[in-house]
């Protein structure tokens, strides 16, 4: 039991201390990353996002904060927005395996969603024509 509340404590310390690093050097991607990270493990997509955009503010060209922005998107289902990203980045670093391998990835979770939504479209078949008995 202590040993879970010693790892919960150290959690939240960790995030206030990234926080307080973002805050002191705001294009510290090393910072950005990490609290992005826990953030969207607590289920805070959102700060994650807005941790990103900041950081992307002061580095706008960084591929590890485009590639975690990417992944966020992607795990909120944003995947035509997280592909521009991957593609952004792959632009500068066409060879990047990380970026490539995240687009793919994006893709083809954009496409399932689709199937998965055009299957949702699909008509009820024709009620039966014969008489029912009950």
């Known amino acids: 039991m202590r040993e879970r509340i010693a790892y919960a404590l150290q959690a939240d310390?960790?995030?206030?201390?990234?926080?307080?690093?973002?805050?002191?050097?705001?294009?510290?991607?090393?910072?950005?990353?990490?609290?992005?990270?826990?953030?969207?493990?607590?289920?805070?997509?959102?700060?994650?996002?807005?941790v990103l955009d900041q950081v992307l503010l002061a580095a706008p060209a960084d591929l590890r904060a485009l590639n975690a922005k990417g992944v966020v998107l992607?795990?909120?289902?944003r995947h035509r927005e997280a592909q521009a990203l991957y593609r952004q980045a792959l632009a500068t670093?066409?060879?990047?395996?990380?970026?490539?391998?995240?687009?793919?990835?994006?893709?083809?979770l954009d496409e399932e969603k689709a199937k998965a939504g055009s299957a949702s479209l699909?008509?009820?078949?024709?009620?039966?024509?014969?008489?029912?008995s009950h």
């Not at 992607?74 to 289902?77: A, F, I, K, T, Y």
């Not at 060879?95 to 990835?105: A, C, E, I, R």
């Not at 699909?122 to 029912?132: A, I, K, V």
Request: charged share 25%.
């Open 74 to 77: 992607d795990s909120e289902g």
């Open 93 to 108: 670093t066409p060879d990047n395996p990380v970026l490539s391998n995240n687009l793919k990835l994006s893709l083809a």
């Open 13 to 50: 310390v960790d995030e206030e201390a990234l926080r307080e690093t973002l805050k002191q050097q705001p294009g510290n991607v090393n910072a950005a990353i990490p609290l992005a990270r826990v953030l969207l493990a607590r289920q805070r997509p959102d700060e994650a996002l807005d």
């Open 122 to 132: 699909q008509p009820f078949p024709p009620p039966h024509q014969g008489t029912q």
